[in-house]
């Protein structure tokens, strides 16, 4: 049973159609050059058994590949005229007699293959108008499938980079400190996942866009495995990050069970969105009876943060480092930041500040009743021995729930 069409390919195959009726021709088809193979990609034939959408060759043997040469003219109103062309596999199967073919070119300037179409009797009339019309027809075929290109271009080059980091056992997990801002001891760490430098993009623009091309739950829980390995290695609670798609995933919720789960602080977004939040109170459930704490990230970022920290009744929320920077000198950031503190104490949850980098900030962060701070005044993310030892204090646990709330109850 033929494939059914794309809607890209249906008005490609229009295109094909206006260029086999105005020219009188039997057959009229796109095709894509990959260096190697010439694919036909959308077929238009009066004899549609005869050539479909699909047909590969070698493009080496190809009357486009001679075209795009210079071995033959792009306007072949005799295929018996030209020697060259007869040599060709096309001249005696399916016996193309006939043939017009001009280059479907991209936006940057790369040929994505060609627009063609054919006869199998002679045609004496074909001439350099034809041409123009065919580049014309071209062009608008070019500017169809562009987007596709385009699309497809982006996820083979984020396939590739990730393919090498999931074949390795995912990102590298560096620890970054987290301290009581009242006694400046290390409560805990945050566990940030690391890719290759030379990338230059952020690690939440690598989740993203494995998430883009489908690897985004394998990425992340393979990161959190990452991290787990660490807990044998420092002491305090490691915080771990997981988006709630992946986290409502089973291979996600296994491998959280089989952690020391009283050790773990589960960071959720403010930004990743939550379309079932029933969904997410029950796989966090059991998790949290076992002892894991629950944090809401980037508080303060967005404007998502009051109902999702109302529906998931976190442990802990963390304020967003773009309303930690500067602190001690912005008075508007210092209400915002009193405001989220007095909201997260009034939910029984600890408040830990994020990108904490001058004294100054720490101070100002301490007065105003911020419980904990992260940030490079503290310590740069960096290997588990470069953490110092966990101070002892009982208020350095944020409280755990034995029932965690269930929206809407």
């Known amino acids: 049973m033929a494939k059914r069409r794309s809607d890209v390919e249906e008005q490609v195959a229009d295109l094909l159609r206006t260029a086999k009726s105005s020219l009188g021709l039997s057959l009229a088809f796109l095709t894509r050059m990959d260096g190697t193979t010439q694919h036909l990609e959308v077929v238009e034939s009066s004899i549609p058994f ?3 959408d699909g047909v590969t060759q070698r493009q080496e043997t190809t009357f486009c590949q001679a075209i795009m040469d210079g071995k033959l003219p792009a306007v072949i109103p005799d295929v018996k005229a030209f020697p060259e062309a007869m ?3 096309a001249a005696r199967i399916p016996r193309i007699r006939s043939f017009v073919s001009v280059p479907v070119v991209l936006s940057d300037g790369n040929v994505y293959g060609t627009f063609c179409a054919a006869g199998f009797t002679s045609d004496k009339g074909l001439a350099k108008r034809d041409k123009s019309l065919m580049e014309v027809l071209a062009h608008a075929a070019s500017v169809i499938i562009e987007p596709g290109v385009r699309e497809r271009g982006r996820r083979s080059e984020i396939e590739s980079r990730l393919n090498l980091v999931l074949a390795n056992g995912g990102p590298a997990v560096v620890l970054q400190p987290i301290v009581d801002l009242a006694t400046g001891g ?13 990338w230059r993009k952020a690690p939440d623009v690598c989740f993203a866009e494995a998430h883009s091309v489908d690897v985004g739950d394998r990425l992340e829980i393979l990161a959190l495995a990452r991290a787990a390995e660490h807990l044998k290695r420092v002491s305090g609670y490691v915080a771990m990050n997981v988006s709630s798609a992946t986290l409502l995933t089973r291979e996600c919720t296994e491998l959280l069970g089989r952690l020391p789960l009283e050790r773990i602080l589960l960071e959720l977004s403010e930004h990743d969105p939550v379309e079932d939040y029933d969904a997410l109170t029950t796989v966090l459930a059991p998790l949290r009876a076992g002892g894991m704490r629950l944090a809401i ?5 967005g404007f998502s943060s009051l109902r999702h920290i109302v529906l998931t009744s976190p442990d802990v929320i963390k304020l967003d480092r ?6 001690s000198t912005d008075p508007i950031l210092t209400t ?11 939910c029984d949850a600890r408040v830990v500040a994020e990108g904490v980098e001058t004294g100054e900030d720490a101070a100002a962060l301490r007065s105003l009743g911020v419980d904990y701070g992260q940030g490079w005044h503290f310590g740069r993310p960096g290997a588990p021995e470069e953490l110092t030892e966990c101070v002892p204090a009982a208020a350095a646990t944020p409280p755990v729930r034995d029932e965690p709330s269930v929206p809407g109850m």
């Open 186 to 198: 290390r409560i805990g760490a945050e566990a940030l996942s690391r890719f290759p430098s030379e």
């Open 297 to 301: 990230d980037d508080v303060g970022a």
């Open 336 to 346: 915002l930041v009193r405001s989220l503190v007095e909201f997260g104490h009034g």
């Open 87 to 89: 040599k060709l596999p």
């Open 322 to 327: 773009s309303i930690v920077d500067g602190v």
């Open 50 to 52: 005869l050539i479909r």
